[in-house]
């Protein structure tokens, strides 16, 4: 007999994995930037995930463009081809600095194909001393062991050893130990525009064209890792579009399906061809279903009045973090771009960002922490202003709670 009775978080604890620490409500339903739980209770979502479902909950176009191919074609695999994934590939290219673009399913997954492509692009071209990777103290690239291993946080690699090697970390922003660093065995410099789950960390641009530079003088690739910074996050179509830095591979994923499953690698022809065939692939990658989402979420974005809606709506959003600063002076600095924003608490709240995630939820406002010291918020890209603003107001509910003496 199958239990047929309602999923509860316990189950959680008595069935999954324990990789995870979910919250105690489960969402069932949502619309927009509404939410709802089990229980009926309603949440303003400044989440929308973990800057996943940038156009909200349920968008009509985006229901439509997975119903319309949920009837039509699921699955082919890449023996062949097919049409949502050609039609994708083609927006991509005409709108960003790409000629080819490789599909998967997550962020870490298209970093993987970056990271083995340059390592690849090395081999093709140089001798064998030029494989070193360098990154950044504090990035996020992914869970995958090579991702976590170009990525900069120990704790994430810890006890997985022996990890790939090859790999050299430096501060980020630090435009010195970049110059003293890149060698003749550099292969490519692997960088977020803003590091995101490092706590919403702008690459300052001279650093950025520091690094540029460099590649530039030693014959290495340039990888911008816009898992969480594109499509439209932080008011442009991609953040190195305002940076004045053009990388030869960028990796996507997170709000590209809006909530489906779907990433990319995006590179010049030159370097794209050195995944020939048979060097790299996966089953789902190029999914007419995920691919058919992201074409829809592509064509709300690739939109200057929605873009320039992020930006408006950026503003309007710090000026009410700002507000609520004046009045209980909890955030040291508020920073980020576009609807990719980081609250960096003070002193005498450092290491507590998870309570404002927990008494949030108890307002009914969901937000995000970007480690101990950051409160991260990533609303939809095409928020309502009044769901901006009564979010805005249970934050100041949050703040005047956890301010209260106990
Ligand atoms: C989330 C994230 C990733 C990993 O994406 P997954 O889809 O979780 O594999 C990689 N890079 C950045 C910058 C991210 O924010």
């Known amino acids: 007999m199958t239990d047929k009775s309602p999923a509860t978080r316990a189950s959680f604890d008595q069935y999954m994995f324990p990789n ?76 960003t600095f790409a000629d080819r673009v490789y599909f998967c399913s ?14 690849k692009y090395a081999s093709d071209h140089s001798g064998p001393e030029k494989r070193e990777i360098i990154a950044f103290e ?23 050893e022996p990890l790939p090697g090859g790999i050299t970390h430096l501060p980020f922003n630090d435009v010195e130990a970049l ?28 650093f950025l064209r520091a690094a540029r530079e460099l590649c530039d003088r ?28 053009t990388p030869d591979i960028m990796s996507t994923a997170k709000g590209m399906g809006g909530g ?50 992020v930006r408006r709506r950026s503003e309007r959003l710090i000026a009410g973090l700002e507000a609520i600063n004046d009045r209980y002076g909890l955030f040291r600095e508020v920073r980020g771009r576009g609807l990719l924003l980081g609250c960096e608490l003070v002193e005498e709240w450092r290491g507590r960002s998870r309570d404002f995630l927990s008494a949030g939820l108890a307002e009914g406002l969901m937000i995000l922490v970007a480690g101990p010291d950051v409160i991260r918020l990533a609303p939809s890209l095409v928020i309502p202003d009044e769901d901006m603003d009564e979010g805005l107001a249970r934050l100041d509910r949050v703040a005047a709670s956890l301010k209260a003496p106990a």
Request: net charge negative.
């Open 20 to 95: 995870y620490a979910p919250l105690d409500v489960i969402p069932v339903r949502g619309q927009g930037s509404r939410v709802w739980d089990q229980a009926g209770r309603e949440y303003v979502d400044f989440a929308c995930g973990i800057a996943v479902s940038s156009l909200g909950h349920c968008h009509p176009a985006l229901v439509a463009a997975l119903n319309e191919q949920a009837g039509r074609l699921w699955h082919v695999s890449n023996v062949m081809t097919n049409e949502p994934a050609l039609r994708l590939a083609r927006k991509l290219c005409e709108e």
């Open 106 to 119: 997550s962020g870490g997954e298209a970093n993987e194909a970056a990271f083995k492509l340059v390592r």
């Open 138 to 160: 504090n990035a996020f690239h992914g869970r995958t062991l090579f991702t976590v291993s170009v990525g900069g946080q120990a704790k994430y690699t810890q006890g997985f």
């Open 179 to 206: 110059e003293r660093a890149v060698t003749g065995r550099t292969c490519a410099i692997v960088v977020e525009p803003i590091q995101g789950e490092g706590g919403v960390l702008p690459a300052a641009p001279e």
């Open 218 to 245: 030693h014959e290495a690739l340039l990888v911008f890792d816009e898992v969480q910074t594109g499509n439209g996050r932080t008011g442009d179509l991609y953040a190195y579009m305002s940076s004045g830095v």
């Open 260 to 309: 489906f499953p779907v990433g990319a690698t995006l590179a010049t022809s030159a370097v794209a061809k050195s995944l020939a065939v048979g060097t790299h692939g996966s089953t789902y990658g190029g999914n007419p279903l995920a691919c058919a989402v992201a074409e829809a979420v592509m064509d709300v974005i690739c939109n200057p009045e929605v873009l320039a809606g």
